[in-house]
């Protein structure tokens, strides 16, 4: 498997533009999270889907952010407007089963790093 | 609220035991994971704890104890490739996934 995908992996736009991120699951997992890493905040879980529905959205900074997840391969994280504050890197993760649990192991994309100007 | 906390740095000479604590606060507890990442890279799993105890794997062994809220990596025979950051993470079922702040570790030859 190729693991988690994450396009792209680098992101440079300027304060007011719309960004959209990109994700694909690991084939046959069930659950996919985003995240987004700085170093003043470290790593904040920012929303969390099961079975394609958003279960925890209690992350989502503000309404400038927004997350789909259409299918069960595929999952955008759209920021609009984006502001230089939402620098940092955004990284997607998914899991073999729900999100609790003895094999709740995460695995994470590369990461999209975004740089807004 | 939820909060775990970690030493922020931690320096150690290759081939050495180190041990990096993680202590959390959290309305609701399932388990206490632990995950490494290298600089400019993404996290990767390491180990699992949802039952107090010693878990194994390798070089790299976790403890929980639930009733303390407290929990340990260690690694032993410390090699220059374990310099990274390190991460402890709770899972509250039903209600949050939260990271801690990170250690780096630091391996010195």
């Known amino acids: 498997d190729a693991g988690v995908i994450q396009s792209p992996r680098h992101e440079v736009t300027e304060m007011g533009q719309e960004v959209t991120l990109r994700c694909k699951p690991i084939s046959g997992h069930n659950s996919l999270f985003w995240y987004r890493q700085t170093m003043m905040r470290g790593l904040e879980l920012l929303i969390y889907f099961n079975n394609n529905v958003p279960i925890d959205d209690s992350g989502m900074p503000e309404d400038r952010f927004s997350a789909k997840m259409p299918n069960a391969s595929f999952s955008t994280l759209k920021i609009q407007p984006s502001e230089p504050r939402d620098s940092a890197v955004y990284f997607c993760?998914?899991?073999?089963?729900?999100?609790?649990?003895?094999?709740?192991?995460?695995?994470f994309g590369p990461g999209t790093r975004l740089t807004v100007l | 609220g939820q909060s775990l906390e970690q030493p922020s740095e931690v320096t150690a000479v290759e081939g050495a035991i180190v041990q990096i604590n993680c202590t959390y606060q959290t309305s609701g507890f399932y388990g206490l994971s632990w995950y490494q990442q290298h600089d400019g890279g993404a996290p990767t799993f390491l180990s699992y704890?949802?039952?107090?105890g010693l878990e194994e794997t390798g070089r790299f062994s976790s403890f929980l104890s639930r009733s303390d809220s407290y929990g340990y990596l260690l690694l032993q025979e410390l090699q220059m490739k374990d310099s990274a950051s390190y991460f402890c993470?709770?899972?509250?079922?039903?209600?949050?996934?939260?990271f801690g702040p990170g250690t780096r570790l630091s391996v010195l030859p």
């Open positions: 993470a709770v899972d509250n079922y039903g209600q949050n996934f939260v």
């Open positions: 704890n949802a039952l107090d």
């Open positions: 993760a998914s899991t073999l089963g729900a999100r609790s649990g003895p094999h709740n192991e995460q695995f």
